[in-house]
């Protein structure tokens, strides 16, 4: 409690008591090599008990006390550098990040803590900022999350479009800058020194690990192997002191205390927001079939067909997946020629209300297979089945809108040069009285038939 309340004091604690282990070390090392008073003939051993016998034993030891604190002062310093690099290489980080012994680096509670504390500065920020709002509401429908009014709704879809733990990172490396915001308010030192007490802890175990490891190997080769046990023991009781150091201030920090102030907080409420790039592959990966299928659409139009494959199929098969992604995986089937599951996934489709494919549900009832199989190829992209497509539909009595459909079908296979669909067309252009327009098809028509004809 004495060093607590005299800082001075305290900041004695550390390189003394390292420096007297180190002393008791060196005794137990080298005392078969060092000569009783008395016993030395001369040398470095008689001019110091010389000296110690003229200077008395208060002299003897304060010259001991400075040689331990000199000793100390570089045990510190080495054990905080070993601690700090192996924080580093433990989570990759560079020197002077969160995870130097130097910085401060809470638990997972703590973390938790500031990621709390970053949605709470979200939150405020949303009440005034059209924006972020319009940003939420997209993302709730790309993944077709209702409910924007719910305050645990909103912390999941930032945690999807935002760049959370960015802000997180930003303010556990900024904690280390806190603590003496603290001493500005009577009412807030009681959690600095808290924070500081725990601090002071794990930096006094860390200073004498490094020596009573050293003692403890010399112990263990005399008497047992036990001893490297206590400071293995005090190497992680000193990380997890300053852990909690930390998350005293993280907590500190959620709890909304008014003198914890941080660029980063304040970045958070008025800054460009961080926005995730790939945000969209998150929400699918979080299992939200809607943004499966968005993605998969991604992934397809980078052409990566197997990527976008699996997470069609993964979508599809999602509790209430979407439509369009069984319509999507019936059509890839029907293509690559897998017609019975192709099949089964056009009747899950169906079902489910996909557009594209209830039609083909409808006309299962009059069009033969044969004719089934080509509105099928048609509508899964295969551009050589668009005459035979439309064939079938306008022999079946279709609406007006199947019909346009259909001589769409019929235009675009024209003008690839299919000359069955050009026939077709003209004939019916003929029949609905547009003898101009059909006169100029049979027209290019019989061109395309003659010697210099490019089309068949």
């Known amino acids: 409690?004495?060093?607590?309340?005299?800082?001075?004091?305290r900041q004695l604690r550390a390189p003394l008591s390292a420096g007297f282990v180190w002393l008791v070390v060196g005794w137990l090392v080298f005392a078969g090599q060092i000569p009783l008073p008395g016993q030395e003939v001369g040398g470095i051993f008689r001019d110091i008990y010389n000296l110690s016998s003229a200077a008395g034993a208060a002299s003897g030891a304060a010259a001991a006390t400075f040689a331990a604190y000199?000793?100390?002062?570089?045990?510190?310093?080495?054990?905080k550098a070993a601690l700090s690099l192996g924080g580093q290489l433990r989570h990759h980080s560079p020197p002077g990040s969160a995870h130097d012994f130097e910085g401060m680096s809470p638990s997972k509670a703590g973390h938790l803590a500031l990621q709390d504390a970053v949605l709470q500065q979200l939150e405020k920020r949303l009440a005034t900022d059209g924006d972020l709002k319009a940003k939420l509401t997209e993302t709730a429908d790309m993944c077709e999350i209702s409910g924007l009014d719910n305050l645990g709704v909103r912390r999941t879809l930032f945690t999807i479009r935002l760049q959370i733990e960015s802000y997180v990172d930003q303010l556990e490396k900024d904690l280390k800058n806190m603590p003496l915001r603290l001493l500005g308010d009577d009412a807030d030192r009681g959690i600095y020194g808290e924070y500081d007490r725990r601090c002071a802890e794990g930096e006094f175990r860390a200073a004498v690990a490094l020596p009573l490891a050293v003692l403890a190997i010399v112990v263990a080769v005399r008497v047992s192997p036990w001893a490297v046990i206590v400071p293995a023991v005090l190497f992680r009781d000193a990380w997890r002191s300053k852990t909690e150091a930390a998350d005293v201030l993280a907590a500190s920090i959620r709890a909304g205390n008014r003198q914890i102030s941080s660029p980063a907080l304040d970045h958070i409420l008025a800054g460009p927001?961080?926005?995730?790039?790939?945000?969209i592959e998150d929400a699918a990966k979080?299992?939200?079939?809607?943004?499966m299928e968005h993605y998969a659409a991604q992934l397809a139009a980078a052409g990566d067909e197997r990527g976008a494959w699996e997470w069609y199929e993964e979508a599809a098969k999602a509790n209430n997946g979407p439509a369009t992604a069984m319509g999507w995986l019936a059509r890839t089937l029907h293509r690559g020629g897998q017609t019975v599951e192709a099949d089964n996934w056009y009747r899950r489709a169906a079902a489910k209300g996909d557009p594209s494919v209830t039609e083909i549900e409808r006309w299962r009832r009059v069009m033969s297979s044969g004719e089934l199989n080509d509105l099928k190829s048609v509508l899964a992209g295969d551009h050589d089945a668009r005459t035979r497509g439309a064939l079938a539909v306008l022999s079946h009595?279709?609406?007006?809108?199947?019909?346009?459909?259909?001589?769409?079908?019929?235009i675009e296979a024209s003008n690839s040069g299919d000359n069955e669909a050009t026939r077709v067309y003209a004939a019916r252009l003929r029949q609905s009285g547009q003898l101009s327009a059909a006169k100029a098809m049979e027209q290019d028509l019989r061109s395309s038939d003659g010697p210099e004809g490019g089309r068949k």
């Open 273 to 279: 927001l961080e926005l995730r790039k790939g945000w």
């Open 286 to 291: 979080r299992r939200y079939p809607k943004a």
């Open 70 to 79: 000199i000793l100390g002062i570089l045990s510190v310093r080495v054990t």
């Open 1 to 9: 409690m004495l060093f607590s309340l005299l800082p001075g004091l």
């Open 397 to 410: 009595g279709p609406t007006d809108d199947e019909v346009a459909e259909a001589e769409q079908w019929l």
